[in-house]
């Protein structure tokens, strides 16, 4: 396998990861709402949601996840010399911390059917940023490589999240 299908196959299964992760964390502020309805409304709708989360975390996001990693780790065996570069580096500690996030969510599933909601719906609106934020880095980190200044990298990072802050705050205003 050339490279370049290496590349294009962990760009694939990265998008369908993030894919996956902005969309799971959707469904738990679904799934937490539906706790404030009625409780025939509460039970149908939470069944659904732990059906929903289930078979988009292990048939999407989950396998996603590992061939992300699988062809990451492949791409890397080909070039070992990226690992020195500072930008690669940096990129992988962005993905050990999308893994965590990865695992808060799947943490968050379990829980979730049992019936233990420890999120507020603010708190998941957040959390579900937090993939956003690393897809904007990881996405900067690749495409400039060295070339990225990392004072405008920086100041660009926390603009966006400060973007992404006002515009939830405006989101829960407007929703009351």
Known sequence: MTFETIKA??????????AGLFYIVRLFIYHLEAQEKDDVAKKILSDQFEIMEKRLWWIITTPAM?????????????????????WMQIKLIFVA?????????Q?????MA???FKWKSTGLRVF?????LALVAIVFLVTMKN????ISATIGFFAVAIGLMVAIKMYKRLRK
């Open 9 to 18: 196959l962990h760009i694939i299964f990265v998008v369908s990861w993030f």
């Open 66 to 86: 590992i061939l992300t990693l699988v062809f990451g780790t492949w791409m890397i065996i080909e070039r070992p010399g990226y690992l020195d570069q500072g």
């Open 97 to 105: 911390l999308l893994l965590m996030y990865h695992f808060i969510c």
């Open 107 to 111: 943490n968050t599933i379990f829980n």
């Open 114 to 116: 049992k019936g233990l």
């Open 128 to 132: 579900n940023e937090v993939a956003t």
């Open 147 to 150: 070339s990225l200044n990392w």
